[in-house]
């Protein structure tokens, strides 16, 4: 199994960056998805998360700024983030409980991070 994201990049404050996270490999369901980050010097902390049926939560730090989706036919998770401050630049890693076979347990998995800068 592999997660692997995109969408990552440079952009001003204010600005929006649509963030994608695809599952591929053996792969039965998946449970819940999410989005953690990491800044230099801190520890990863959870963004948003998103079960299977589509409910979510947020860090309160990104309330009202970021939306987290998922598409199970497609095995994808996006952020889409929003009004981005200096404060959200780090490491973004999409997280996924994964299931590969059907009397299996889940296990999660992570993708390999893509760096976030807010700057001007």
């Known amino acids: 199994v592999q997660l692997v994201e995109s969408g990552g990049g440079l952009v001003q404050p204010g600005g929006s960056l649509r963030l994608s996270c695809v599952a591929s490999?053996?792969?039965?369901?998946?449970?819940?998805m999410g989005w953690y980050r990491q800044a230099p010097g801190t520890q990863r902390e959870l963004v948003a998360a998103i079960t299977h049926g589509g409910r979510s939560n947020s860090a309160d730090s990104v309330k009202g700024r970021f939306t987290i989706s998922r598409d199970n036919a497609k095995n994808t998770v996006y952020l889409q983030m929003n009004n981005l401050k200096p404060e959200d630049t780090a490491v973004y890693y999409c997280?996924?409980?994964?299931?590969?076979?059907?009397?299996?347990?889940?296990?999660?998995?992570w993708g390999q991070g893509t760096q976030v800068t807010v700057s001007s």
């Open positions: 997280n996924a409980d994964i299931q590969m076979w059907r009397d299996n347990p889940s296990h999660d998995y």
């Open positions: 490999g053996r792969i039965f369901s998946i449970n819940a």
